[in-house]
């Protein structure tokens, strides 16, 4: 009996140990060590234990190939299925319509009204030097680079 509770204790602690039905949006900004992505998971009471998240990490080898991006995960995931997920990049896929035409505040208003990011936030990013410089844009803005196509 004092095995099988031990045994339902690491289970919970593992999962999460939350029964909440909602869903929970995580964002993985690029460059996240595993730590700060346990920090994030356990903060949205996804896990239980950050030490064990990175221990499962560390032995699934994944811990240095998680994907940037933004993800949703019921409460109560095992950690595979959310390391899982981490590592194929099954992150949340958004579509923001600009007309033919519009410009870079164009994008940033319409990036607020659709998605609900700040334009400010959107305004910053393309002038961002460090930001340009990972794309090797060397323009003051990114207005201009942008394609009427699709982003990841």
Known sequence: MKRQIIAA??????????TSTTVQRVAIPPGSTVLTVADSLAAHHLIGSIG??????????VDRRLKAGIYEFQPG???SAILRKLRTGDALQFRVTLPEGGTL??????????????????????SDSTLRAQYQITAPSVEGWLLPESFD
């Open 9 to 18: 204790a690491v289970l919970l602690v593992g999962c999460g140990g939350t």
């Open 52 to 61: 064990w998240f990175r221990f499962r990490a560390r032995v699934a080898r």
């Open 77 to 79: 995931t095992s950690i």
């Open 105 to 126: 505040f164009d994008l940033a208003r319409n990036t607020e009204v659709q998605l609900g990011i700040p334009s400010r936030a959107v305004l910053d990013a393309a």
